[in-house]
């Protein structure tokens, strides 16, 4: 009797140990990676634009961070040595043709260098806003906090450099402490906001892509001040981008050779992404693929160290893609045939502006039809660079690269055509082959 009830207490106790731990195990499964692991060492101080202090707590995130400033190797398109865009591809000299981007146009690098490279710019000069430096500093968040965007953006580039001492670190994407992912970019939340809509509402998963869109996407400065607007307020396809800018005639050159009041696009990787793009549609995230799960013996962490993807494929696509070589074969194929078209794009647009230019010359040329040519020329180009701009060589959204590219072309071509009818002779145009 004794022996049966002592059998029968000690397998109750070794059932509730093992309900107990069961319970625990799952409890700790279903914690968001955020919290998971130890109470973090050390208090951080809000917006800390030092990330070596953060990294006491994260060593795993800091570490690969710093990974980001060594990084060097080149891929078919883009990767991370800085080579010249106008060097690879000449035709860019006339299309930016009285801008600063004819005089340089390099490939960007990864996020530790961001300090390093645009003092190193050579299109920076003495009449340069501290906006420019919106995208390159954890010091930021600390000093729009202190100071607010609009006297930010009114300082000289030259005037912000001594308050500016780490590159892009913690503070640009996360909240101290609670380590949560946030929108720290004034202009992020303001056209978040014109398009009715508050980020502090958003999932998790819609944040990995929403943090990205603190920095790579378009984006213009507004009148005297500079100040930095994402031109987002009729949405963010590069139809209601244009429309946007047609409606403030917005433009930041005009083009010397046809005569057109030319708009810039800068990095719109948030925007083609978000363009419909198979992955955006199937719940993917930026940070999916450039930010993968990584393991250092026993941790689990997201790598910081951000690159192209192409570089550490089995980890960044070998998550969901059981056949990577397929896959990565796809990107190579989806890009040439891109940049392909891009080619094309580019030849028609320099024919059009030695068309318009051809035109401009003659001295009873139709202003009106004249204007519609130039007017032709700007939609075909911003059009072009919203691709040319974007890093991923059209990977990011394929269909909506090839869809934008033709609209390019064809809107080119008939900027050749209205300058022929504002001429009134073909003879101005050489006819390619
Ligand atoms: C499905 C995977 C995937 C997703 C999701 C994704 N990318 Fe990419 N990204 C790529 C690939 C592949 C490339 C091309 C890399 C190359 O050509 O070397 C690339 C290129 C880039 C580059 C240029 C890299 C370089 O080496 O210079 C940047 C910047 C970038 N992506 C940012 C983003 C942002 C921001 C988002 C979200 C808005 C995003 N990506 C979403 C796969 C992805
Ligand atoms: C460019 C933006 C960016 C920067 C800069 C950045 N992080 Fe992150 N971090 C992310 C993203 C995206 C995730 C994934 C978050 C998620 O899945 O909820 C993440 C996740 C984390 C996590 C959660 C655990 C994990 O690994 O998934 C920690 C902790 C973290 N980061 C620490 C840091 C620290 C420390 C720094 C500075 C040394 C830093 N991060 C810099 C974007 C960033
Ligand atoms: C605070 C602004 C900022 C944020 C936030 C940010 N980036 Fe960047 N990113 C940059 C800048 C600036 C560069 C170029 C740095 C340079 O060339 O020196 C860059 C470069 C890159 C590159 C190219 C790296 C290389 O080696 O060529 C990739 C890829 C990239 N970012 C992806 C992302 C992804 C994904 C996110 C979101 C998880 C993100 N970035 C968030 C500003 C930012
Ligand atoms: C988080 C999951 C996830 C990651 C990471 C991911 N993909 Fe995908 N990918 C998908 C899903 C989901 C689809 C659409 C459904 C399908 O075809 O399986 C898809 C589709 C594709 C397609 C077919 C697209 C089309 O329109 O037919 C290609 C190509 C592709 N992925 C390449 C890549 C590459 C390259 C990487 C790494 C840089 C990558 N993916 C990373 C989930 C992912």
New binding site residues.
């Given amino acids: 009797m004794k022996r049966s009830s002592t059998v029968l207490i000690l397998s109750g106790i070794i059932v509730v140990l093992a309900v107990g731990l069961i319970a625990v195990l799952l409890f700790m499964k279903n914690q968001p990676a955020p919290v998971r692991g130890v109470t973090p060492l050390m208090e951080i101080a809000q917006m800390e634009a030092d990330s070596s202090k953060w990294g006491l707590n994260f060593p795993n995130q800091y570490s690969t961070l710093l990974l980001t400033e060594g990084n060097n190797t080149q891929t078919a398109y883009a990767g991370s040595n800085p080579f010249s865009k106008l060097e690879r591809d000449p035709r860019l000299l006339t299309l930016f043709a009285g801008y600063s981007f004819s005089k340089e146009y390099n490939e960007d690098r990864g996020h530790l260098n961001s300090l390093t490279d645009v003092r190193a710019i050579a299109r920076v000069d003495e009449t340069t806003h501290a906006t420019c430096y919106s995208c390159k500093s954890a010091n930021n968040p600390g000093v729009w906090d202190e100071m607010g965007m609009e006297a930010y953006d009114k300082m000289m580039f030259s005037e912000m450099t001594p308050r500016l001492e780490e590159p892009i670190g913690c503070a640009n994407c996360h909240e101290a402490n609670s380590m949560r992912l946030i929108v720290t970019n004034p202009a992020l939340e303001e056209a978040l906001e014109a398009q009715g809509k508050d980020w502090r509402t958003f999932t998790r998963q819609e944040m990995r892509t929403v943090v990205c869109a603190n920095c790579h996407v378009e984006y213009y400065f507004k009148g005297e001040g500079k100040y930095l607007v994402f031109p987002w307020a009729k949405g963010t396809r590069i139809e209601q981008i244009s429309e946007f800018y047609q409606e403030i005639e917005f433009t930041d050159w005009t083009h010397p050779q046809s005569g057109t009041p030319m708009i810039k696009m800068q990095h719109p990787d948030y925007e083609l992404f978000t363009a419909d793009?198979?992955?955006y549609k199937?719940?993917?995230?930026c940070a999916?693929?450039h930010m993968?799960y990584t393991r250092d013996g026993a941790a689990k962490f997201s790598t910081h160290n951000v690159h192209s993807?192409?570089l550490n494929?089995e980890t960044?696509?070998?998550?969901?893609?059981t056949d990577?070589k397929?896959?990565?074969d796809?990107?190579s194929m989806?890009q040439n045939q891109v940049w392909a078209t891009m080619e094309a794009t580019e030849d028609a647009l320099v024919e059009a502006i030695q068309a318009l230019e051809a035109a401009t010359a003659i001295a009873d040329v139709d202003e009106a039809l004249l204007t519609e040519g130039r007017n032709l020329h700007r939609e075909a180009q911003l059009r072009w660079d919203f691709l040319a701009a974007e890093s991923s060589m059209g990977?990011h959204n394929?269909?909506e690269a090839l869809r934008i590219l033709a609209d390019a072309t064809n809107l080119a071509r008939q900027a050749q055509i209205k300058a022929i009818l504002a001429a009134g002779t073909p003879d101005i145009i050489q006819i390619s082959q």
């Fill in positions: 793009s198979t992955h199937a719940g993917v995230a999916d693929c993968p993807p192409l494929a960044a696509c070998g998550a969901c893609h990577v397929y896959v990565t796809r990107v989806i990977f394929p269909e």
